[in-house]
């Protein structure tokens, strides 16, 4: 008398191994979109905490210091201000952001320098996930061309912001907005996990040409509600 084997037939393994696929797929979307989700809420509270780091040293020191409205800063080739080694610095100075910084007792900007994520500057969380990688031999200028593997560099991924220069309450497009007029005393924004700008002033999705490289914009985050939008 002979006796069956006990086991799976290949199309039962097949049917499980379909299933596994399945759930898998399933659970590996729900988590990538989970992990988006969490650094796109950590670059809006960066932003926001750089707008409010920016009005607080406005406050304090009753006006704009020279390292945030000169006109030859570090800036993105489309005229927009960014939150490099010369303006982490000043924050730096007014207890502000909680830069990482050491320098000597004379209180120079000059005499500073950076260290820990601040090295180069106040980025946003992709390009903090790259600096806490880094060499922590690197300075500036070497650390801003790292690549970002989202997208662009770490340049690309420095906090934008624009100042009202003038103190009419407004910031406009002259003083650097990505838009035509905003309530307020500074707006900050980053470009994103592309790091690519594109057409900030919008939220449409596209594709535009960026330092030679096409990028999609769609992802930009801002520190500003559209109804604050003056046409």
């Known amino acids: 008398m002979k006796t069956r084997r006990a086991g799976f037939t290949l199309i039962e393994m097949m049917v499980v191994i379909g299933i596994i696929g399945i759930l898998a797929a399933v659970l590996t979307g729900g988590y990538t979109y989970a992990v988006k989700s969490a650094q796109r809420a950590k670059a809006t509270e960066a932003v926001s905490n750089a707008k409010t780091a920016l009005e607080m040293l406005y406050q304090r020191a009753e006006g704009w210091p020279s390292a945030i409205v000169k006109e030859n800063g570090t800036k993105h080739e489309g005229g927009f201000n960014q939150m490099g080694e010369d303006v982490a610095k000043v924050l730096f100075k ?28 106040i980025a946003d969380p992709w390009a903090q996930d790259v600096l806490k990688r880094a060499d922590p031999n690197l300075k500036g200028d070497a650390l801003l061309t790292l690549a970002v593997s989202s997208g662009g560099t770490v340049k690309d991924h420095l906090i934008y912001f624009a100042v ?11 003083e650097g907005a990505p838009v035509e007029k905003v309530r307020g005393k500074v707006i900050t924004w980053c470009a994103g996990a592309d790091g ?10 596209g594709k535009t040409k960026v330092d030679s490289r096409m990028v999609t914009n769609g992802d930009n985050v801002y520190s500003w509600q559209r109804a604050q939008e003056v046409r």
């Open 164 to 174: 009202d220069k003038d103190d009419d309450g407004f910031v406009d497009r002259s």
């Open 94 to 121: 007014y207890g502000l952001l909680n830069v990482d910084c050491r320098g000597d007792t004379s209180k120079q900007i000059s005499t500073y320098t950076l260290r820990g994520v601040d090295r180069c500057g």
């Open 196 to 205: 690519g700008l594109g057409d900030c002033s919008t939220d449409k999705k």
